[in-house]
């Protein structure tokens, strides 16, 4: 869904062109909210964060913060960037080389008076684990130092938004769990909309209140993590949050004593979450995550009938850490593989392989009809 948003409280995006850059973007953001950008390279994610920043100016649209317009296409407003009171931590962290850490701190404190930059500068330093580091120059930090001489940077002008571009894309899968939780920890000391930009669709997940996913420009869909991965709107939202059982079939019936919508698919009837907002003989994409997917036990038949029982042969079994990927043809349903995750150990145990037949489950919770 595309919400609508109001100009009140935190801050609330419109913006609209066609080119160079397409776009079609509108979402909002709560004080002491974090809100992830996801999306493909060339979606726009950067973009729209310079549009906020007042660094890129777009052809129609709205940015406000707090009620208040920083940018109005058709009021003809638009505040010049250091009006904005923004934090800005960029992917590369865009420290001065020449300046130390603190010195770099207090070139965002330049609305302080001399004496008292410093002394602010350390207590940012401090605010971000860095005490002690005072003095060293960017080439004498880790990149997770320097990141962190960034976050204080874009914090020392007590900024209503910060903005974080791809902000651990430079550091090394380690120090980016360490910097995961700093930012956990920080957030809850900011009372600010954070706005992370990000491709990584985990990351996204772990740190984030609310997604907003963009594709050529446009945002497709915002909402609670688990809200867009497991309802996406549409079989592009359910792509780009990496879903990999994506079918089509048709709307056969609803039952609403039992909260359910059957569809047929192939051969097959299948049971789906209540969708009465599809017509019964509409052609629809569906989707069902790996997790929603349960394999019968090899061994022995199931002792009760299982709903959305599917049979099929393995195509392959692919080891990821302590998990299987397996890959299934169907028999009679489609052409296209089903997915599903497994523990190793359970594929050690039972020797599955290529070729094997097997019987899974779809859990009709898990299965989701989209247009």
């Known amino acids: 869904m595309i919400e609508r948003v109001e100009p009140t409280g935190g801050i609330c995006v419109r913006l609209r062109q066609a080119r160079p850059i397409p776009l079609d973007v509108e979402f909002s953001c709560?004080?002491?909210?974090?809100?992830?950008?996801?999306?493909?390279?060339?979606?726009?994610?950067?973009?729209?964060?310079?549009?906020?920043?007042?660094l890129f100016k777009p052809d129609e649209g709205t940015v406000t913060c707090d009620g208040v317009p920083w940018y109005d296409s058709k009021e003809g407003i638009n505040i010049a960037p250091r009006r904005?009171?923004?934090?800005?931590v960029f992917q590369n962290f865009g420290l001065f080389p020449h300046l130390s850490a603190v010195e770099n701190v207090m070139e965002g404190l330049l609305h302080l008076a001399p004496p008292a930059r410093r002394e602010r500068a350390r207590e940012l330093l401090k605010r971000v684990h860095l005490s002690g580091l005072d003095d060293r120059k960017p080439r004498q930090l880790s990149g997770g130092q320097q990141q962190r001489v960034a976050v204080a940077r874009a914090l020392a002008r007590d900024p209503?938004?910060?903005l974080l571009d791809e902000p651990f894309s430079a550091v090394d899968k380690a120090t980016r769990q360490r910097l995961y939780k700093e930012l956990v920890d920080l957030r809850r000391q900011l009372d600010m909309p954070v706005i992370l930009v990000t491709h990584d669709l985990d990351e996204a997940v772990?740190?984030?209140?609310?997604?907003c996913i963009l594709h050529h420009g446009k945002s497709l869909q915002s909402g609670p993590p688990f809200d867009v991965m497991a309802r996406p709107i549409s079989s592009a939202v359910a792509r780009l949050v990496e879903q990999k059982n994506i079918f089509t079939g048709t709307v056969a019936g609803?039952?609403?004593a039992a909260k359910r919508t059957v569809l047929t698919w192939g051969g097959l009837t299948l049971l789906a979450g209540y969708q009465p907002e599809f017509k019964v003989g509409q052609?629809?994409?569906w989707m069902v995550p790996t997790g929603d997917v349960t394999l019968h036990a090899i061994d022995h038949p199931p002792r009760e009938v299982r709903e959305n029982t599917v049979t099929g042969t393995v195509i392959d079994v692919t080891r990821l850490g302590d998990q299987a990927g397996v890959s299934l043809a169907m028999d009679t349903a489609s052409p296209l593989p089903l997915f599903l995750s497994l523990r190793m150990a359970y594929v050690r145990r039972h020797d599955l392989k290529a070729g094997d037949g097997v019987t899974v489950s779809l859990n009709p919770s898990g299965v989701h009809l989209m247009e």
């Open 30 to 54: 709560a004080a002491g909210e974090l809100l992830a950008l996801v999306g493909p390279s060339g979606s726009g994610k950067s973009t729209v964060l310079r549009a906020i920043a007042g």
């Open 84 to 88: 904005r009171r923004i934090g800005f």
């Open 160 to 162: 209503k938004v910060l």
């Open 206 to 211: 772990l740190l984030a209140d609310r997604l």
């Open 254 to 256: 609803h039952d609403v």
């Open 283 to 285: 052609e629809v994409s």
